[in-house]
């Protein structure tokens, strides 16, 4: 079992818009996973009762955890990913070390299945709730309760703190209740939804709570008052799980309704719906990136790129993770110019194109191209823009032959000694005064290995200009 890989095969996967990367580790449904701080790592918990600890770049199982006697319904991470607690049917808490999958601790002080549990932001308390109505605040070294809140009517459920500690909420049926840490007694009560609540968050800042409901919304409520901000609806079933990502901007929301939907809280725009093929249990961000990560009913995980900027996952990991790391490498950012004839803009997916080149590669500062709604006159845009470029790429067609605006575009860049790259499906197409130059042919239907090569003789012909 140690040497068990999850990974489906990219013929099954690569069909599906947005979705880098899927993977099969329980036959059975995941209720709830966690990922290490530095994204090696994926802890998944399942109805088959086993917790399973596997490489998300690789999909290789480091661990098996068969420690529960019922499914596992909930679990989390310490602040340093060194340890696991998870919450069962089975009435326990337990509390394992990762990189070994031995048990430390064991809690058995709840009457009913754990609903939810969560360690703090210090890593010294452990926080359960279960079906007995109650939750209980352990200090997990010495297992002592320290506090238990109890709600008769609707019972306790899904746990969320802020980052400082100071504020800790809990849902109760529709409800949700915020107390002040240490306190016996709720800050505030908040009629939030009209049916039962499932997930609910504090953004990363601390200024915000989120909550998903099998109501089917979405709502955002100010954390210190308990006003509500604003209402989200898009989904056709109940809100099973949500995420907040690292910058607080994005909410990724998991549903009944087997899909994925990603809501930009500053604009409005909903990224979405991915789709799975059951219900999807739990979602969450891939820390300090934009790639959100769908566990459902199947078994299955899907890692999606609703921004649509990653050719895959590795890239999507280096991109957000090491940006700066990177850029510091380079004595400035690339300027990428796109020629190409307005009438091929779908004919070489230039818009897709430009936006990989310019999210996935962190030494590719910009990525420009007239676009036939821009205020500018093409020419004043070349102009603008010519002399900042380090590359011109230039979509080679009968189109770009024919058009009047891309020869001068060719014949300026030619004449201010840039460096080109034709890009061609047919090598007919390329201009003579290109026909020297070093080009990548375009791959209809393999589009991330076109960007690679692409890419390739990119940083081939720019090599100088790095330090």
């Known amino acids: 079992m140690k040497n068990a ?70 679990l989390d991470l310490s602040s340093d990913g060194s340890r696991i607690v998870s919450g069962s049917e089975d009435n326990s808490v337990k509390l394992w070390k990762l990189d070994t999958g031995n048990l430390m601790r064991n809690f058995t002080d709840h009457e009913g299945a754990i609903f939810d549990v969560l360690i703090t932001p210090n890593d010294d308390y452990i926080i359960s709730t279960s079906e007995d109505n109650t939750a209980k605040i352990i200090k997990w070294n010495t297992k002592r309760i320290i506090r238990s809140l109890k709600e008769e009517d609707s019972g306790l459920k899904a746990i969320t703190i802020s980052p400082n500690g100071k504020f800790l909420a809990i849902s109760s049926g529709k409800n949700i209740y915020v107390w002040n840490w240490g306190e016996t007694d709720p800050k505030y009560k908040i009629n939030a939804h009209k049916f039962a609540i499932c997930s609910i968050k ?15 919304t979405i709502k955002i409520w100010n954390l210190e008052t308990g006003d509500l901000m604003k209402s989200l609806k898009g989904h056709k079933g109940g809100i099973n799980s ?35 093929e059951s219900y999807v249990q739990c979602v969450r961000f891939i820390p300090d990136s934009y790639l959100v990560i769908g566990a459902d009913y199947n078994g299955s995980v899907r890692v999606w790129d ?48 430009a936006n990989i080149l310019s999210t996935s590669y962190p030494d590719i500062e910009k990525v ?50 840039k460096k080109i790259i034709p890009v061609f499906i047919k090598e007919e197409f390329i201009p003579p005064l290109l026909t020297t130059k070093l080009g990548v042919q375009y791959k209809t239907n393999n589009l991330k290995e076109f960007i690679q090569d692409l890419y390739s003789l990119i940083k081939k012909k720019t090599k100088p200009i790095r330090k």
């Open 5 to 74: 890989n999850f990974c489906l095969p990219k013929d099954e996967t690569i069909a599906i818009p947005g979705l880098l990367k899927e993977y099969k580790p329980h036959n059975k449904a995941i209720y709830t996973f966690s990922i290490t701080p530095d994204r090696k790592y994926v802890i998944t918990g399942s109805l088959d009762k086993s917790i399973k600890i596997w490489n998300l770049e690789t999909g290789d199982l480091y661990h098996k955890i068969d420690g529960h006697d019922d499914e596992i319904t909930c």
């Open 368 to 417: 420009l191209f007239w676009e036939e709604y821009m205020d500018d006159d093409i020419y004043v845009y070349m102009n603008d823009n010519l002399a900042v470029t380090d590359v011109v790429v230039v979509f080679c067609s009968k189109n770009a032959n024919e058009s009047e605006a891309v020869r001068t575009e060719w014949m300026v860049a030619h004449k201010m000694k």
């Open 306 to 353: 609703f921004l649509g900027g990653c050719i895959d996952l590795k890239s999507g990991l280096q991109r957000f993770g090491s940006y700066t790391d990177i850029a510091e490498d380079f004595s400035r950012g690339l300027t990428i110019f796109i020629s190409y004839a307005t009438s091929d803009t779908n004919m070489y997916e230039i818009q897709r194109v």
């Open 202 to 216: 504090i953004c990363p800042k601390g200024e915000y709570l989120v909550s998903g409901s099998l109501d089917k």
């Open 242 to 276: 949500i995420s907040i990502s690292h910058d607080r901007r994005y909410i990724a929301s998991g549903s009944g309704d087997k899909t994925v939907i990603i809501w930009d809280t500053i604009n409005g725009k909903i990224f979405g719906p991915f789709t799975h």
